[in-house]
């Protein structure tokens, strides 16, 4: 049976599924509730000075009847008194000691405000601390959030000051809103953090309303860029992820676009140990966790894992630079025809939009409802480079495959041919003889 405790930072967590610090980590009350529906830990919403919100805050991409594929907030940080929120992870730690509350933190840059901080939360009994370095619209502005964390130095001289004092694990939360993000978690880890999780929210617009010129989301008529995440988010943040992973030594905590287990699998074969989940939770509620256990449970008892360490960074070696991919490895398209409702998307995309190895026949033996043949594609295997299009635009699940095929050539990257290539400019060496 598959053991979903995981350690992390020092930290034994019961699985590795966390509440993201946002609005599902609000109070205590939501917290202790999703401890009791199997979430094995939860980031505090960040604490701060408090703010005023504004109303509206959320908005969202809905995609072919998808409803929230991308979500949005210009929400700033905890708008509740600081010390509020302290007698309430005091109270939840209390109820729930098993399960992990990380206190999210965030104030102004000074050294000593950050001291007072740290001691305060640790007073309040939090397992660890995540450093919010990532917000990207209105506490940057006031010098916090992102405008930290898109600063080495200023990640790293925070981070110091931080573990001045710190007792408890010390987490660095980075911001996607940066050109290397390797180099942000390099900074983190040298002013000593324990651990580092990504990704915070991307900056966005969301659109705008084209009768009255208001962008969304809309406030009095006005917006400004927010976070973007959610199920849209998931493949830059799988990107950064695995950047990190190899370029860092301390444990990641993975974030974005994560709905359910395989999602979380995914972050964990790239490099995180635990995982952590806001946009999903305020979608379908704190029920989603039941999922998850089972999910990755069933994964791992059907692969063999008995812990998440076992399976945990197996993707990162295949995560290569382009240079180091088979340039001989081929694959072409492969249409099955029973399948096929002669929609021509196929053709169209690839005559249009690709390399026109697709070519329309009429198969007197296809006929559609109304008893007319169909016209059913056919893939010029001579001209198909195997760029997958097809198969991504077909609607019917596995009418178009795709199949390796025999290239006659043994492997051989790019960076192959260049060493080759250098090595037959050598000048011949000098013999001995
Ligand atoms: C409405 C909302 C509020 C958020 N507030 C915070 C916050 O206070 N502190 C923080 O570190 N991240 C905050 N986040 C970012 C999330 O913790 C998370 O990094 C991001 O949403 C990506 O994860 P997801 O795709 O699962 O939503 C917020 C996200 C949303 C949607």
Avoid at 49 to 68: C, H, L, M, Q, W
Avoid at 294 to 305: A, T
Avoid at 342 to 360: F, N
Wanted: a negative charge.
């Amino acid at each position: 049976m598959a053991d979903l405790r995981v350690k992390f930072a020092g930290m034994t967590s019961l699985n590795p599924f966390w509440l993201a610090s946002g609005p599902p980590t609000n109070t205590a009350g939501q917290v202790m509730r999703a401890f009791d529906a199997g979430w094995g830990g939860a980031v505090w919403k960040t604490i701060g000075e408090p703010i005023v919100n504004t109303s509206s805050r959320y908005g969202a991409i809905d995609f072919n009847g998808t409803k929230v594929m991308g979500f949005n907030n210009i929400e700033l940080i905890s708008d509740r008194p600081t010390e509020v929120n302290f007698r309430e992870i005091y109270e939840v730690k209390k109820r729930y000691p098993q399960n992990l509350v990380i206190a999210s933190l965030m104030v102004e840059s000074k050294r000593e405000t950050w001291h007072q901080m740290v001691r305060r939360a640790e007073d309040a009994g939090s397992d660890a601390l995540e450093l919010n370095f990532g917000c990207p619209h209105g506490m940057s502005e006031r010098g916090m959030g992102s405008a930290v964390g898109q600063v080495p130095e200023y990640t790293e001289m925070i981070t110091r000051w931080v573990k001045e004092v710190a007792r408890v694990p010390v987490i660095v939360k980075l911001t996607p809103n940066v050109t290397s993000v390797a180099h942000i978690a390099k900074a983190a880890e040298r002013g000593g953090a324990d651990a580092v999780s990504l990704i915070n929210t991307i900056n966005s617009l969301m659109g705008v309303d084209l009768e009255n010129f208001s962008p969304r989301p809309n406030v009095g008529g006005k917006s400004t860029h927010g976070g973007y995440c959610g199920p849209a988010v998931k493949p830059i943040a799988l990107h950064l992820v695995s950047t990190v992973a190899k370029n860092s030594h301390v444990p990641i905590s993975g974030i974005g676009g994560i709905g359910d287990w395989h999602d979380a699998a995914e972050h964990i074969v790239l490099g995180a140990s635990t995982v952590q989940v806001c946009t999903a939770a305020m979608h379908y509620g704190f029920r989603i966790v039941e999922d998850m256990i089972d999910g990755l449970s069933q994964y791992m008892d059907d692969h063999g894992f008995g812990t998440i360490e076992d399976f945990r960074g197996r993707a990162l070696g295949n995560v290569v630079d382009w240079g180091d991919l088979d340039l001989n490895y081929k694959i072409i398209a492969e249409i099955h025809s029973e399948l096929c409702i002669g929609c021509q998307l196929c053709y169209v995309a690839c005559e249009d939009g690709a390399h026109q190895s697709i070519e329309p026949y009429r198969d007197a033996q296809k006929k559609n409802a109304n008893g007319f043949g169909v016209h059913l594609p056919r893939i010029v295997e001579e001209e198909c480079v195997g760029c997958n299009l097809c198969a991504l635009v077909c609607p019917v699940e596995t009418c178009i495959t795709m199949k390796q095929v025999d290239a006659g050539r043994s492997p051989m990257s790019w960076n192959d041919r260049m060493r080759q290539r250098a090595a037959s400019c050598q000048p011949p060496m000098a013999s001995g003889d």
